[in-house]
């Protein structure tokens, strides 16, 4: 296979790996100058993580888990491209989801917020983007959650997304978020992003992707390198 070479990261598009608001990110982020790797055949070509097992269902977190019934909250339906540094398409990209369910609770141990869990709905999903690039996944809107980062502190409504390019150089991990969440202005990690760029994290709703009588529709598209990409989450 041919090696694609790929732009530098735009650093401006990212947060900072250490942002003082964000308590975790001094504990975490490195303090030392990053060191440069030469990208080799590994990383311009390749990889391709699990698509061929991805079904249909997995695309439908209303239906993937449930167990006695339809899982309660807003459904919503969430569709985009995922485009490369000139703005191409990127077909075959596998799209991780996970998130909270509509009450703003996770199915997982650390979670232990009163909040109640939904027994239809697990919150984790994936899909594959098709010729241009293209994705959907039906979900509920997830709930807002507190966290420890600071007095009142709450998460505004996201859903966690990662996703895998062509390289390894376009894989991207990052969070999508709703218009008009008064939250936004108060999350450290939504602010973390430069201000420019961090509006890309947020979705539109559209009414041409809404189904009558079913599901609010939102799109949402993903640009994994160049000037214009979406930014990543600051986990390292
Ligand atoms: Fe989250």
Not at 16 to 40: M, V
Not at 63 to 71: C, H, I, K
Not at 139 to 147: E, I, M, S
Request: one cysteine or more; glycine letters at 8%; charged letters at 20%.
């Amino acid at each position: 296979m041919a090696a694609t070479s790929t732009t530098p990261r735009d650093w401006t598009s990212h947060p900072p790996y250490i942002y003082p608001a964000y308590a975790s990110t001094p504990l975490r982020g490195p303090k030392n100058p990053l060191i440069p790797l030469k990208q080799t055949l590994s990383e311009l070509t390749g990889p391709v993580y699990g698509h061929e097992s991805v079904g249909k269902l997995d695309s439908d977190l209303t239906r993937n888990s449930a167990v006695n019934g339809e899982p309660l909250g807003e459904r919503i339906i969430v569709t985009g491209r995922v485009l490369d540094e000139a703005g191409r398409p990127v077909p075959n990209t596998l799209i991780e989801i996970w998130q909270a369910n509509a009450a703003g609770r996770y199915v997982h141990k650390v979670d232990q917020h009163p909040a109640p869990l939904d027994p239809n709905f697990l919150g984790a999903g994936r899909c594959v983007t098709d010729e241009e690039g293209r994705y959907r996944y039906k979900t509920v809107k997830p709930g807002a959650y507190p966290w420890g980062n600071h007095y009142n502190a709450w998460r505004p409504n996201h859903i966690h997304l990662s996703l895998f390019g062509h390289t390894l150089a376009s894989r991207l991990v990052t969070q999508m978020y709703f218009p008009g969440d008064p939250l936004l202005a108060l999350d450290p990690i939504y602010q973390s992003a430069p201000e420019g760029a961090r509006e890309r994290m947020i979705c539109s709703f559209s009414i041409d992707v809404t189904e009558p009588d079913y599901a609010l529709g939102y799109v949402f598209d993903i640009v994994l390198r160049g000037p214009k990409e979406t930014p990543m989450e600051n986990v390292k």
